[in-house]
């Protein structure tokens, strides 16, 4: 007798996932310590400016912060499948906490050097490389139910998007009032919200048996299962190609902000936070849905809504306008990344999932430097305006190239979703493709 399928009432949004005592902790202190993640993020990038004037820096910065997860993070999420994933996030942060304050020492003490910012931007990458592995493996053993897994990924998509909100406009008060020395003092100090949230957090820790094989063969075979799997090969690619070209938007706006609108750290403040409002928007959107079912179709239009916002926030020479347009990319970037994370969160084997996700994070944060190099080299040639509207071009390319491969990543994903209760038998591909 072939099974029918349900309908179900969803629940408000966010409400299932915050019943769970230890994501309560733990998004509690995300809260609090993002804030000081994005306000430290944001007067980074406007010292830099500052002391040297030039897009290239900006890119240069961008790169040693984060591309030690493009060459670290494999390595990292094989780490992350070996050992405690609640006791490798607490010692990350501890390392996080500690960047932070010497960022504020330097800048504080009121000669700061370019060498001193790009070395601890390669010791913050070196952090990253291991904690966002491990951070995305640890939120599913927070999980009371794995069927909670989309709208506790989307409601960390939230904190992050209502914190990136936040941050840089107190950042701009910051920088202007008091320097960016107190911006990086304010991120080291909210580090003890999260550090004291995962002191507090009780799971059972679950480690992977020790396969005997060596890293290299078991880098080998994360590589394989990703590249082998069409579903997480055409995400993964889609994340790269999106994080070289469209990501790097945001190590421009200090330049937007100080050469196309004339303004200062408060204009450069407006801009981010009007892409943090887009960002909160399609997290909130995420989280009013109810499952996996159709996030490929949200996939194409997300990256859709990404490039139109780049390219008219490339041609716009308007401040209220480009902060509308920062409106569209930021919906669309948060909805896009974030419904990749659940989909290959929910179809990737358990023993394989510290190395996919490492893979996931090399792809989305490990690329993101060369395409700031790139971005950098590029504008410096050809303007910032015509590079940002070039990028916007290319992810619409993106995102047809994707639409033309969705009806056979459904199919293959179809059997996974059946088998995980995802779907069932009857009208699942009714279902799935709406």
Same mark, same amino acid.
């Given at each position: 007798m072939v099974a029918s399928t349900k309908a179900s009432i969803p629940e408000p949004v966010g409400v299932s996932v915050w019943k769970n005592a230890n994501l309560r902790l733990y998004f509690g202190g995300q809260i609090i310590s993002m804030i000081g993640t994005w306000m430290q993020q944001m007067a980074l990038s406007w010292l830099v400016y500052r002391m040297t004037n030039s897009v290239t820096m900006l890119g240069v910065v961008a790169f040693a912060t984060q591309a030690p997860a493009f060459f670290v993070t494999p390595f990292a999420g094989i780490v992350t499948d070996r050992v405690q994933k609640h006791r490798l996030v607490l010692i990350t942060q501890c390392l996080a906490m500690l960047q932070a304050g010497l960022l504020a020492y330097i800048a504080l003490s009121g000669h700061p050097q370019i060498w001193q910012l790009i070395s601890l931007g390669v010791f913050a990458g070196l952090v990253n490389a291991f904690d966002l592995p491990s951070r995305q493996t640890f939120l599913v053993e927070m999980l009371d139910d794995r069927k909670q897994l989309p709208r506790a990924i989307a409601t960390n998509s939230s904190i992050v998007t209502l914190t990136r909100l936040i941050g840089p406009a107190v950042a701009g008060v910051f920088i202007a009032r008091v320097g960016e020395g107190m911006c990086f003092l304010a991120n080291a100090v909210s580090y003890v919200a999260v550090i004291g949230a995962l002191c507090l957090i009780r799971t059972q820790a679950t480690v992977r048996e020790k396969s005997g094989h060596s890293m290299i063969e078991?880098?080998?075979?994360?590589?394989?299962?990703?590249?082998?799997?069409? $579903?997480?090969?055409?995400?993964?690619?889609?994340?790269?190609?999106?994080?070289?070209?469209?990501? $790097?938007?945001? !190590?421009?706006?200090?330049?937007?902000?100080?050469?196309?609108?004339?303004?200062?750290?408060? !204009?450069?403040?407006?801009?981010?936070?009007?892409?943090?409002?887009?960002?909160?928007?399609?997290?909130?959107?995420?989280?009013?849905?109810?499952?996996?079912?159709?996030?490929?179709?949200?996939?194409?239009?997300?990256?859709?809504?990404?490039?139109?916002?780049?390219?008219?926030?490339?041609?716009?020479?308007?401040?209220?306008?480009?902060?509308?347009?920062?409106?569209?990319?930021?919906?669309g970037s948060m909805v896009q990344t974030a419904s990749c994370n659940t989909l290959i969160q929910t179809i990737v084997d358990e023993d394989k999932r510290g190395r996919v996700m490492s893979i996931y994070t090399m792809a989305f944060v490990g690329l993101a430097p060369f395409g700031s190099l790139l971005s950098g080299a590029l504008a410096a040639k050809i303007? !910032?305006?015509?590079?940002?509207?070039?990028?916007?071009?290319?992810?619409?390319?993106?995102?047809?190239?994707?639409?033309?491969?969705?009806?056979?990543?459904?199919?293959?994903?179809? $059997?996974?979703?059946?088998?995980?209760?995802?779907?069932?038998a009857e009208g699942e591909m009714k279902v799935m493709n709406t």
């Open positions: 078991e880098l080998k075979e994360g590589f394989s299962y990703v590249f082998n799997f069409r $579903p997480i090969r055409s995400l993964i690619l889609l994340m790269a190609a999106i994080s070289l070209v469209g990501m $790097p938007y945001a !190590t421009l706006l200090p330049a937007f902000a100080k050469n196309v609108f004339h303004g200062d750290a408060s !204009t450069l403040g407006f801009l981010t936070s009007a892409a943090g409002l887009g960002s909160l928007i399609g997290a909130l959107f995420l989280s009013s849905r109810n499952g996996v079912l159709g996030l490929g179709r949200w996939i194409v239009i997300a990256c859709c809504s990404f490039g139109v916002g780049l390219t008219c926030f490339g041609l716009s020479h308007s401040l209220y306008l480009s902060m509308l347009f920062l409106l569209f990319t930021g919906f303007g !910032t305006g015509e590079t940002v509207f070039i990028s916007g071009l290319v992810l619409m390319v993106l995102a047809a190239g994707f639409a033309s491969r969705l009806r056979l990543i459904r199919q293959d994903v179809r $059997p996974l979703y059946i088998e995980r209760g995802i779907l069932q």
